[in-house]
């Protein structure tokens, strides 16, 4: 036996929260990931700059004559025990102008010059640090090796300009700095600090879109709740004037619309069954009479064949409209052909006098009047109206078919029994008709006019009837248009 499943997925509110705390995720990580950026470019723009003015102002006092002349010889002198004399006092004067020069404790510096392509180092405060390349005017450089000492890497930041012979290179060690260390750390606080915010904006999230979605909750509790036997019931309305209003809204004119197709369909099922209800008695009661003495009484027999003959045309007729009407109502748009008018009407008169010749027909239609529409669509609709004028008419019948070019309508008009108002509304109704008895010989199936309604929609047009009441003759108008008409 097959096992049902009866899966929930994730709530709604719960999928909301969810995705607001991803994109508040998102967004502190990228934020962090900017702000990390942009302090790392402006303490790095200021370390440069603090950098670039202690480095002029040292270079201000190495420049003096006496300096460069010291400085001079001990890259001049050829031999090797000399220049390390000359070198231990370099040294000591370069060391004696750096701190006349107030050079801060943590930056690093070297007097350097060049003697037959050799670097000679002539001071420095680190002597582990190498010479590295002169760089730009007013530019520091960023300087960065691995594993260049044996408990750590290189990272400095450097610049070196030549002062009258000889170099001078500057740099700070950006390792041991606080605030770049800070800088380095910070996305990993950041990330730390994220999972209180991210439970935070998650139950807010959620309580609030469960908030919100309540009336969606509410309208999916009744729309549940509806069904054909209560279609009647409608989802409450709020005063908010918003999305869920509208979607309210919607809802109710859904159902609205349900319950009348319902109440429509089961009238029409019930008047079905109505209509057929009367003949299949009367069948049933002559083929009783027929088993009883139709066999040998050849008069009982005659009438109940004839009897019988009517009835089933008549069920016939009824059948085949109701095909026709389905079929109608399902028919795609027709095709459209332009069409003399005058030469149109004239033709359904003769039509019409070969199935009912004591009709008196009067025609009214300017000659050079055109239309564009189906002329078959529009021939069927013409006779269903023809007929019924033709039934609901003294004998013999007058009736009236006129065009106005004008107004691009067509009017069939009698003098028959005409309509009363309280029978007017709904003379298009299907199985409508103003005799509630529903005597076939005092009227059709009550299709005719439905169909005709159907019909008339196809061609992009529409139908309405006028009447002043009992014996005063009726109307029927079709109004033609190439815009959407309402029916």
């Given at each position: 036996m097959k096992r049902t499943e009866n899966r929930k997925g994730i709530r709604l509110s719960t999928q909301i929260a969810l995705f607001f705390s991803i994109i508040i995720m998102c967004m502190v990580l990228i934020s962090s990931i900017v702000m990390t950026s942009m302090l790392r470019t402006v303490v790095l723009k200021q370390k440069s700059q603090t950098l670039l003015q202690d480095s002029v102002r040292l270079s201000r006092f190495l420049v003096g004559q006496e300096y460069q002349t010291t400085f001079l010889s001990a890259l001049s002198e050829t031999s090797q025990n000399n220049r390390l004399s000359i070198l231990h006092e370099t040294y000591d004067l370069v060391d004696r102008i750096a701190r006349q020069a107030a050079t801060p404790y943590y930056m690093s510096y070297a007097v350097f010059g060049t003697a037959n392509t050799e670097i000679v180092v002539l001071g420095t405060n680190d002597p582990y640090l190498p010479i590295l390349p002169v760089t730009s005017a007013g530019k520091t450089e960023r300087y960065f090796v691995k594993n260049f000492y044996v408990d750590g890497d290189l990272n400095i930041l450097y610049t070196s300009m030549q002062v009258g012979n000889v170099f001078l290179q500057t740099s700070v060690n950006m390792d041991v700095d606080s605030v770049d260390s800070l800088l380095s750390k910070l996305p990993f606080i950041v990330l730390l600090s994220l999972f209180p915010i991210l439970l935070v904006s998650f139950f807010t999230a959620r309580f609030l879109s469960a908030r919100m979605l309540k009336p969606v909750t509410d309208i999916t509790k009744t729309a549940n709740e509806i069904s054909a036997s209560n279609l009647d019931r409608r989802i409450p309305e709020s005063d908010s004037k918003d999305e869920i209003h509208a979607l309210a809204r919607t809802f109710n004119s859904l159902f609205a619309r349900l319950q009348a197709d319902f109440d429509r369909e089961r009238q029409f099922t019930s008047d079905v069954s109505h209509e057929l209800r009367t003949p299949l008695a009367v069948l049933l009661g002559h083929v009783d009479l027929l088993r009883r003495w139709g066999k040998s009484d050849p008069k009982i027999l005659n009438e109940s064949l004839e009897t019988l003959h009517s009835e089933i045309k008549s069920m016939q007729s009824l059948v085949e409209n109701l095909l026709l009407l389905s079929r109608s109502e399902r028919q795609a748009p027709a095709e459209k052909l332009i069409i003399k008018m005058k030469l149109f009407l004239e033709k359904i008169v003769d039509d019409m006098h070969f199935v009912s010749p004591e009709v008196q027909f009067?025609?009214?239609?300017?000659?050079?009047?055109?239309?564009?529409?189906?002329?078959?669509?529009?021939?069927?609709?013409?006779?269903?109206?023809?007929?019924?004028?033709?039934?609901?008419?003294?004998?013999?019948?007058?009736?009236?078919?006129?065009?106005?070019?004008?107004k691009r309508q067509l009017s069939v008009v009698d003098k028959g029994h005409g309509i009363s108002e309280e029978d007017l509304p709904h003379i298009f109704e299907r199985l409508y008709r103003s005799d509630k008895s529903r005597n076939h010989k005092t009227g059709g199936s009550g299709l005719g006019l439905a169909i005709a309604k159907i019909l008339v929609k196809n061609i992009d047009a529409r139908i309405w009837a006028e009447s002043e009441g009992l014996e005063k003759g009726t109307a029927m108008h079709i109004q033609f248009g190439g815009e959407k008409l309402l029916s």
């Open positions: 009067e025609l009214s239609c300017p000659e050079d009047a055109v239309l564009n529409t189906n002329p078959d669509i529009l021939t069927q609709i013409l006779r269903i109206l023809i007929t019924n004028s033709i039934r609901y008419s003294p004998t013999p019948a007058f009736i009236s078919l006129c065009y106005d070019s004008q």
